[in-house]
């Protein structure tokens, strides 16, 4: 071969084979490297707390459930709400509960009380 093609065209340069190259460096990561013999735990991808993040104080860990619609609970540190809370809740809960279902984010087909465990 004399590196020419049909009619003497030339051929087209052959291209590297970048599969037999080395590789090259990657940038170095800022987590520290693992060196324990346990398995490899990767660090969180963000932090349990937002820097900016209000954290109230502890409080007796107690929350209360108020079903809005299926799939839908609203909880609340602090008393726990009266029938007329629950009520009111719900009412106030309808802008919500329609932005929820416009944006099929729902499983509101069903009333509050469907799925309940007794």
């Given at each position: 071969m004399?590196?020419?093609?049909?009619?003497?065209?030339?051929?087209?340069?052959v291209?590297?084979?970048?599969?037999?190259?080395?590789a090259a460096?990657?940038?170095t990561s800022s987590a520290?490297?693992?060196t324990s013999t346990g398995p490899y735990v990767p660090p969180p991808a963000f932090p349990a707390?937002?820097?900016d993040a209000v954290v109230p104080e502890a409080s007796s860990g107690l929350v209360h459930g108020v079903r809005?619609?299926?799939g839908v609970t609203l909880?609340?540190?602090?008393?726990?709400?009266?029938?007329?809370?629950?009520?009111?809740?719900?009412?106030?809960?309808a802008p919500l509960l329609a932005a929820?279902?416009?944006r099929n984010l729902d499983d509101l087909d069903r009333s509050p009380s469907e799925g309940m465990q007794a």
């Open positions: 004399d590196g020419s093609g049909p009619g003497g065209a030339p051929l087209p340069p291209r590297p084979r970048f599969w037999t190259a080395e460096p990657t940038a520290p490297a693992h707390t937002p820097p809005l619609a299926a909880l609340l540190e602090g008393r726990a709400p009266s029938a007329g809370d629950v009520a009111a809740l719900r009412e106030a809960a929820l279902r416009d």
